[in-house]
């Protein structure tokens, strides 16, 4: 690992598809909590093979050398923890990357990292194979940006090589904004792939389609009185493209409920849920999603 490396801190789907994009124009270094294969296959939408060879490393043993640029795409409430450890062995102050779902993560790291922070909004689409391997599920964009819109210069670079590596990017000024758009879809689609076991695409057949309507009125309900403006073509189009561009994949809160980790369900359903309280709006297909997830994460006696 050098002063150009771009360290990537949780090696799983995202993580690994981003290494092994990076990979062939950057130096990359993979870190995790145990070590992985330094051989990795990404098995792109095409189908395609290909495999490079990655330095990969425990977080609690890294050198003693900064990196670039800190990639952390741990889930949501795994960061703040997974960034103070690696901070701990990091001699100076890398830029950091937020690749988080939600947003509860994003203000809080903000704030707390005394380096430049850009935040990320993607739709690419991936799982993984075992230890040793990554399918790119479906293409996306990543927007990338500054919460209060510093470190232009700096987004524009990443993003710009970002799509050399072959993941369509862009540098925007609202960032927040997206993040929010990114937090309507993930509430669109995660909870109802996890709870009924689907991949995404089949949200586009009864009965599930009927479900995400009404969860797209009630996010447009509760993003309306919170001041965010919906995307262009409006908050249906956004939501039903993503499932057309990522049908075939699994998405991350099912991989999770299949694999019995803890989900993102807090950081995804929270902050709509919170917006609703304050704003007096009525969410019961959201809250019904809530408290089935909930029910599901507890401890079978």
């Known amino acids: 690992m050098n002063d150009q490396t771009h360290l990537i801190v949780g090696p799983g789907a995202l993580g690994r598809l981003l290494a ?5 124009i950057a130096p990359v270094a993979l870190a995790g909590r145990r070590a992985l294969p330094g051989e990795q296959t990404l098995t792109t939408p095409e189908g395609t093979l290909r495999r490079r060879r990655l330095a990969t490393y425990v977080v609690n043993r890294l050198p003693s050398v900064t990196p670039a640029f800190l990639h952390l795409t741990t889930k949501a409430y795994a960061a703040e923890a997974a960034y103070a ?4 062995h990091l001699p100076g102050t ?3 990357v937020l690749w988080q779902n939600g947003y509860q993560v994003q203000p809080a790291l903000s704030c707390r990292h005394p380096g430049p922070v850009l935040c990320a909004s ?3 689409g991936a799982w993984l194979d075992g230890d040793e391997g990554v399918t790119h599920a479906g293409r996306g964009v990543t927007y990338l940006g500054n919460l209060e819109n510093r470190h232009v210069r700096r987004s524009r670079a990443l993003a710009a090589l970002l799509g050399q590596a072959g993941l369509a990017a862009e540098a925007v000024d609202d960032i927040a904004f997206r ?3 990114k937090l309507a879809v993930n509430a669109a689609i995660n909870p109802l792939v996890a709870r009924f076991r689907i991949r995404n695409g089949q949200l586009r057949d009864r009965p599930f389609r009927p479900m995400v309507e009404r969860i797209i009125d009630e996010v447009a309900r509760i993003a309306a009185a919170e001041g965010i403006p919906p995307p262009a073509g409006g908050w249906r189009a956004l939501v039903w493209r993503v499932v057309e561009n990522t049908a075939s994949n699994r998405a991350s809160m099912l991989q999770d409920v ?5 989900t993102e369900r807090e950081a995804i359903l929270g902050p709509l849920l919170a917006a ?3 704003h007096d709006i009525a969410t019961p297909c959201l ?11 507890m401890p079978q006696r």
């Open 258 to 262: 299949l694999a019995a980790r803890p």
């Open 122 to 124: 993607t739709t690419e």
């Open 20 to 24: 092994m994009h990076l990979a062939g």
């Open 94 to 96: 890398p830029t950091l």
């Open 276 to 278: 609703a309280r304050r």
């Open 287 to 297: 809250n019904e999603l809530d408290a089935t997830l909930a029910r599901a994460a």
């Open 85 to 88: 450890t690696v901070m701990q």
């Open 179 to 181: 993040l929010w758009h």
